[in-house]
């Protein structure tokens, strides 16, 4: 019998609709897709691979051994049942295919994660530098001017970092996106919200806070719905999806340039190397696992800005710790020494870090954090593949200026 659909059918039908995930073969984005697809959302890829072949230039490979991307699909459809739609297409260069595809899918979200996300890659040489500019900034505006052109109310997630905010905070929890400020009008004081003022520690993140202004001015222009996400440095490397089967296991950076610092330190641990510290280690940074990333994505999902609505930015971070309390947990819980090396990045030796997180936990986000177990997971992950690892790759070779010194093997000097 021929029923109408109630309220709840409705948005449940609405939820269901097609999703294009850019950087879909990516550390964030292929768990995402799995969990976007498990949801019962009719999910598209997008990817030029262009992350496989930095692992070719760099000499080495994930931690993992992360299957072809058409293996990847087909693993997931035998198990589940479930198709994904791969496209393999560069949304800095191939524009008018990028237009295509939005008006030929019309998709309800578009999460973007396609850029180059290393900011030590992104300091390695003028090359690089380049490459890091040109592909993320190109991306994000093809992305904005292709949804402008198909016409399709699509709301668009997307990637960005904590690192836009700088790592000086004036001693004030950093808000999300905005910041209100008094300013003096004709001798009365006003409040007024501004963008929180960007301030980016290397040219990676500098393509994060011109991402921001261009979202600024496409939603502002052309009503396009924007959320952006500004993620803490992202651990763990398994989700439920990803567990399921060995063809679906995600990838896992290890090394000097993509490796996030945590995972870092496990995998140095595994392999007998002293944890890595670069300058004094009291440099704070914010936190997220793995399982949590899909999670906060899945919600921004479900709730989009309104038309018309601003920007919508959250902190997707959960906790926060200085470089040094993590090493310090790693060498307590696998017994590795640590060790010190000149920083070559241009910071602060120091900072506090306190930020503001309550948009995801109000939308019922239950933090998975250092304390949980999870930590576990991830030494027997490193463990399990420390025959892959390259000893010669675990420095970071890239430094933010010429005079910042290396040592005789081009990589940072151990500190005295
Ligand atoms: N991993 C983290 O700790 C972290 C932290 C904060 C923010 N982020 C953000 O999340 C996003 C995803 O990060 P990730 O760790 O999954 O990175 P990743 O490098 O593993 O994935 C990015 C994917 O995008 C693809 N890609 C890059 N440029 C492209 C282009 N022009 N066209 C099509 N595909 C392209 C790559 O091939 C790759 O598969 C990035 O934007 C990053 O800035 C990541």
Same mark, same amino acid.
């Given at each position: 019998m021929y029923q109408t659909a109630n309220q709840e059918d409705v948005h449940r039908m609405a939820d269901r609709e097609k999703i294009?995930?850019?950087?879909?073969?990516?550390?964030?984005?292929?768990?995402?897709?799995?969990?976007?697809?498990?949801?019962?959302?009719?999910v598209v890829i997008v990817d030029n691979l262009s992350r496989r072949k930095i692992d070719i230039e760099l000499g080495c490979e994930s931690l993992t051994p992360i299957q072809p991307i058409d293996r990847r699909i087909r693993t997931w459809q035998?198990?589940?049942?479930?198709?994904?739609?791969?496209?393999n297409l560069n949304i800095a260069e191939e524009y008018p295919a990028l237009v295509q595809l939005i008006e030929?899918?019309?998709?309800?979200?578009?999460?973007?994660?396609?850029?180059?996300?290393?900011?030590?890659?992104?300091?390695?040489?003028?090359?690089?530098?380049?490459y890091t500019v040109d592909n993320n900034i190109n991306g994000t505006h093809n992305v904005l001017c292709a949804i402008v052109e198909s016409g399709v109310d699509v709301h668009l997630v997307h990637l960005g970092t904590m690192g836009v905010y700088g790592y000086g905070t004036a001693g004030l929890s950093i808000?999300?996106?905005?910041?209100?400020?008094?300013v003096e009008v004709d001798g009365t004081d006003r409040a007024i919200e501004i963008p929180y003022p960007p301030h980016p520690g290397s040219i990676y993140h500098m393509t994060k806070t011109l991402d921001a202004l261009l979202f600024y001015y496409y939603n502002k222009n052309d009503d396009v719905r924007v959320t952006d996400l500004h993620q803490g440095v992202v651990w763990g490397t398994n989700t439920e999806e990803t567990l399921l089967h060995a063809d679906l296991v995600n990838r896992f950076d290890w090394e000097g340039d993509y490796g &996030?610092?945590?995972? @870092?330190?496990?995998?140095? /641990?595994?392999?007998?190397?002293? $944890? #890595?510290?670069y300058g004094s280690g009291g440099q704070t940074r914010?936190?997220?696992?793995?399982?949590?990333?899909?999670?906060?994505?899945?919600?921004?999902?479900?709730?989009?800005?309104?038309?018309?609505?601003?920007?919508?930015?959250?902190?997707?971070? &959960?906790?926060?710790? @200085?470089?040094?309390?993590? /090493?310090?947990?790693?060498?307590? $819980? #696998?017994g590795a020494d640590i060790r010190h090396y000149v920083n070559p990045r241009n910071e602060a030796s120091d900072n506090e870090l306190v930020i503001h997180n309550k948009q995801f936990l109000e939308l019922g986000l239950n933090p998975i954090t250092l304390?949980?177990?999870?930590?576990?997971?991830?030494?027997?992950?490193?463990?399990r593949y420390r025959e892959r690892v390259d000893a010669?790759?675990?420095?970071?070779?890239?430094?933010?200026?010429?005079?910042?010194?290396?040592?005789?093997e081009g990589t940072p000097a151990v500190q005295p």
């Open positions: 294009v995930v850019l950087g879909g073969d990516g550390f964030c984005g292929w768990p995402t897709a799995l969990r976007l697809s498990s949801e019962g959302h009719e035998t198990l589940t049942g479930k198709t994904l739609e791969f496209h030929t899918v019309r998709p309800k979200a578009i999460v973007h994660f396609a850029e180059q996300r290393a900011a030590p890659y992104s300091m390695k040489s003028p090359r690089h530098k380049r808000p999300e996106g905005y910041l209100t400020v008094k &996030t610092v945590l995972n @870092r330190f496990l995998v140095q /641990a595994a392999v007998g190397h002293p $944890l #890595t510290i914010a936190f997220i696992h793995l399982r949590d990333t899909v999670r906060c994505i899945s919600l921004a999902i479900q709730h989009p800005p309104a038309r018309k609505q601003r920007v919508k930015i959250f902190n997707q971070a &959960t906790e926060t710790h @200085r470089v040094r309390t993590l /090493a310090e947990l790693v060498a307590e $819980l #696998t304390s949980e177990g999870l930590l576990q997971e991830v030494i027997e992950v490193a463990g010669a790759k675990i420095l970071a070779d890239s430094r933010w200026r010429a005079d910042i010194p290396l040592d005789r």
